[in-house]
């Protein structure tokens, strides 16, 4: 789409060549968002490719992702072979759209955006990532993936700032397996629900990321394998007023799915267990 507000192209080489951050400026990362519909209040677009934050990085500490990173390339990088939660990473690219918006969005750009229907989010929070944050004149600050995020299409990002990198610890990819969990009201629709389980065999700890379904991506914790009770008195916990409401599905509609989905991501994560799923 052509952007008829677009007065100003800029395309500095780092950060540190942005300065005096306007109201009416967006970064620029992999386009697939914001050339697909008018943008009126954009007067500058900020090219963020020449930072060169594109790394996909296996460090001592477990994994770095650059904001940059294409997501198609978390599918063909080669993660060390005992990081068997890295899967929730690559399903959030299979189910999130076509191969060929995978193959220019970044990781970076669908996390910033906050769709709630983000398959990046709940997978970051059921992996317990944290991000990098850099900002003008300023010293970079890390949040938790969980804390990033606060309604549909809101975060925490003031103006001027931007996420570096995603931060994943290693011992969170290397003793964790995952499901991916999503449901559509059509095959390739819009998510009403999905659910990342993230689960520990040693210790039977179980991670939820909830996304779809509600406002913003939330983290539900048990320190042992839940009970179908369990589960649905942890998603009664929550008020109504989290969960989305709107034509695609009721907050209660999405709410019952949401919990179903759950039940269904850590039955598959523990089928082995008296060798026969619980639902």
């Known amino acids: 789409m052509d952007l008829y507000s677009v007065e100003t192209y800029l395309r500095p080489k780092s950060v540190t060549e942005v300065s005096d951050w306007q ?26 490719q020449q930072f060169d934050w594109s790394e996909i ?16 390339d978390l599918l063909d990088f080669s993660f060390p072979k005992p990081w068997s939660a890295t899967e929730a990473l690559k399903d959030a690219v299979r189910e999130l759209a076509s191969f060929k918006l995978s193959h220019a969005a970044t990781v970076g750009g669908n996390i910033c955006l906050a769709l709630s229907a983000s398959t990046f989010a709940p997978a970051m929070v059921a992996l317990n990532a944290s991000y990098e944050i850099w900002r003008p004149h300023n010293e970079p600050y890390f949040v938790d993936a969980v804390d990033f995020q606060t309604a549909p299409q809101q975060t925490i990002l003031q103006p001027g700032e931007v996420l570096r990198s995603i931060k994943i610890p290693i011992w969170n990819l290397a003793q964790w397996q995952t499901s991916f969990k999503r449901m559509a009201v059509c095959t390739a629709g819009y998510a009403i629900a999905i659910v990342v389980t993230a689960y520990h065999p040693q210790t039977q700890q179980v991670r939820f990321g909830i996304g779809g379904s509600v406002k913003a991506p939330r983290l539900i914790e048990f320190d042992t394998v839940p009970t179908l009770e369990q589960i649905v008195g942890a998603i009664r916990e929550s008020p109504l007023q989290l969960y989305i409401d709107d034509e695609r599905g009721s907050a209660a509609y999405r709410q019952h799915i949401t919990q179903v989905l759950m039940q269904r991501g850590i039955d598959e994560l523990t089928a082995g267990i008296n060798g026969k799923r619980r639902y």
Request: hydrophobic residues 40%.
């Open 23 to 48: 109201p009416d400026w967006n970064w620029l990362a992999g386009g697939t968002w914001i050339f697909n519909e008018v943008q009126p209040q954009v007067k500058t677009l900020v090219d963020m």
């Open 57 to 72: 990085e296996v460090t001592p500490q477990g994994l770095s992702i650059g904001t940059t990173c294409i997501q198609n």
